[in-house]
């Protein structure tokens, strides 16, 4: 079982930047792919990054050169570095944390809270 934990959300201007966290629980987070995730609303959530329990990361297209994804296994938490952030970047951010199925396309088992992320123009 994993428990995950957001944190880091808020109202930053355009251009801004922003650190999300996601604490895990559980003797799994080293073993799992970590995921980051979008919703907006009326809109389908979407891939944001992920980075691999050997450190591997990958990007959705729209964040690639402004978001940084990364890992402290020691602390169990996977951090979502946003720099250079634009009005279409709001939305509610999800960390989630999967086991299964290949890179970069996890299937994810667990999922936090999420943590609100509005950028205002």
């Known amino acids: 079982q994993v428990q995950l934990v957001e944190s880091g959300g808020g109202l930053v201007q355009a251009g801004g930047s922003l650190r999300l966290s996601c604490a895990a629980t559980g003797r799994t987070f080293s073993t799992s792919a970590m995921g980051w995730f979008r919703q907006a609303p009326g809109k389908e959530r979407e891939f944001v990054a992920v980075?691999?329990?050997?450190?591997?990361?990958y990007y959705a297209d729209f964040v690639k050169g402004r978001f940084t994804v990364s890992r402290d296994n020691a602390k169990n938490t996977v951090y979502l570095q946003m720099n250079s952030l634009k009005p279409e970047d709001t939305a509610g951010y999800y960390c989630?944390?999967?086991?299964?199925?290949?890179?970069?396309?996890?299937?994810?088992?667990?999922w936090g809270q999420g943590t609100q992320v509005t950028v205002s123009s």
């Open positions: 980075v691999t329990w050997n450190d591997v990361k």
């Open positions: 989630a944390a999967g086991s299964r199925g290949g890179f970069p396309k996890y299937e994810y088992d667990y």
